[in-house]
């Protein structure tokens, strides 16, 4: 099958721009998120580092299990935490927004503290009383 020049164009233009609109149908950002901010204590059960957030799941004190929205790849590395900063097993507290659904136990991080030591995901998005 032969392509003339122009098609060949086409073809181009129609695949970068699905190659250009991928990425940001990934980010959510807040909008599934709760304006008020709170705070989830328990154990890390497990840690993702994979893009596009690396992800925590937190088992809180009545035993349900959180999926913990951290920063995206380069926020989350500027704040500190590698894959190394933690570990199943550890304490943590999470300050984050929760979802606005209650039926899902999910909250998107704004500062986890491990053993004491305060990592912020979006420090201009902290607010304490």
């Known amino acids: 099958m032969q392509f003339n020049r122009r098609e060949i164009v086409q073809l181009g233009l129609v695949a ?19 304006d008020e901010q709170s705070t989830l204590a328990g154990t890390v059960v497990s840690i993702s580092m994979a893009p596009p957030h690396p992800q925590l799941q937190v088992k809180a004190g009545d035993g349900v299990v959180w999926l913990v929205d951290l920063g995206n790849p380069g926020q989350t590395e500027r704040s500190g935490f590698t894959a190394t900063s933690s570990k199943a097993g550890d304490a943590i507290v999470v300050l984050g927004n929760r979802d606005k659904d209650k039926t899902k136990m ?11 030591k305060n990592y912020d995901m979006y420090p201009e998005r902290i607010r304490t009383n």
Do not use: D, F, L, S
């Open 106 to 116: 999910h909250m998107k991080a704004v500062r986890i503290t491990v053993a004491g």
């Open 16 to 34: 970068a721009g699905a190659t250009v609109a991928r990425p940001a149908t990934a980010h959510h950002g807040w909008t599934w998120a709760e």
